[in-house]
């Protein structure tokens, strides 16, 4: 019952945020925002909905009975995360079809993401990660956004296309008018989001009891179900050739999950990093973020060959994860 109940909590999350994004991008379209935009911002931050309610839930449940376990659940959903758009999707994208890479553009994010993980590993050397320290990631993401938004600006207008006269999703067009209907999906979905986030986090926490394992562990499950939606997006923008979406989102989701997700996680409640994490998820992710970077500027393509190898390194990653003591 409890592992049906975690499986509910992850469908629903990711049913959620598909249509929260979504009915997110038709009503930035009908104002007038640029499509490079609405992926920078939209299909980043909006892939990452499922993790910032996790993190936030499990953060906020540290107060209660949960402790330390809510807080391995918080630091391992975000970093496992990472690690997995960082190594197995890009990798299983290259392998899919093989990327063209704008080595400027993966340059300027790729160091943003690395520079987003050696500084949560820096603060988290402290044993927690504090309010202050949250504040800082929300600003730097903050800043980041309005970097990648007012660089865009210069060169990129809308394109002056309406979105359809009638919403469709997942493949029933909803009755009413347009307008209105996308704003009453927008508060559906992240309502989606947000219970999912908690039905799974609740559920998450028992079985990890019941099985005799840390919810940091469970945490890690978490981190690579919840990024399916990044796989989507990915895999989807490759195969159809538009390689820059896909490099841009995986990019682009990793330091949302750091700056915005995790950040807004401590404001809400100071994290504790749990010894296991400190020793794996953090160095993993660092070293990931690491190789990712090096290998997409060392040439204008990523080839199958190099996405073989980051899914192997992804696989590294869970032998280490499920060998590391539960503490």
């Known amino acids: 019952m409890v592992v049906a109940l975690v499986l509910v909590g992850l469908v629903v999350l990711l049913v959620g945020s598909e249509v929260a994004v979504g009915?997110?991008?038709?009503?930035?379209?009908?104002?007038?925002?640029?499509?490079?935009?609405?992926?920078?911002?939209?299909?980043?931050?909006?892939?990452?909905?499922?993790?910032?309610?996790?993190?936030?839930?499990?953060?906020?449940?540290?107060?209660?009975?949960?402790?330390?376990?809510?807080?391995?659940?918080?630091?391992?959903?975000?970093?496992?995360?990472?690690?997995?758009?960082?190594?197995?999707?890009?990798?299983?994208?290259?392998?899919?079809?093989?990327m063209v890479v704008d080595r400027a553009n993966a340059t300027r994010d790729g160091v943003a993401l690395l520079g987003a993980t050696a500084a949560v590993a820096l603060m988290a050397g402290g044993g927690v990660l504090h309010r202050v320290e949250g504040g800082v990631l929300v600003a730097l993401f903050v800043a980041w956004v309005a970097w990648r938004v007012m660089g865009a600006s210069r060169h990129d207008a809308p394109d002056g296309d309406d979105p359809p006269p009638r919403v469709v999703v997942f493949g029933w067009t909803v009755p009413g008018p347009a307008w209105a209907v996308d704003v009453l999906l927008l508060a559906t979905g992240i309502g989606l989001v947000v219970g999912g986030a908690h039905v799974l986090l609740d559920n998450g926490l028992r079985l990890a009891a019941q099985l005799g394992v840390s919810a940091a562990l469970i945490g890690v499950a978490s981190g690579v179900g919840t990024s399916l939606p990044e796989l989507v997006v990915s895999v989807r923008a490759a195969r159809s050739g538009a390689s820059a979406l896909s490099l841009g989102n995986v990019l682009g989701s990793g330091i949302t999950n750091l700056g915005l997700c995790l950040g807004s996680a401590a404001l809400g409640e100071p994290i504790v990093v749990v010894s296991t994490v400190a020793r794996v998820d953090l160095p993993f992710a660092v070293a990931a973020a690491a190789i990712a970077l090096l290998l997409l500027r060392d040439d204008d393509r990523l080839t199958r060959r190099e996405g073989g190898a980051l899914v192997v390194l992804f696989g590294l990653y869970l032998v280490v994860r499920l060998a590391a003591p539960a503490a």
């Open 23 to 98: 009915a997110a991008g038709r009503v930035a379209r009908r104002v007038g925002v640029s499509p490079w935009i609405i992926g920078l911002t939209l299909t980043s931050v909006g892939t990452s909905l499922p993790e910032l309610a996790t993190t936030v839930s499990a953060a906020l449940a540290q107060r209660g009975d949960a402790g330390d376990e809510a807080a391995g659940f918080a630091f391992a959903n975000i970093l496992a995360s990472n690690v997995f758009l960082l190594t197995a999707l890009l990798g299983a994208t290259a392998i899919a079809a093989p």
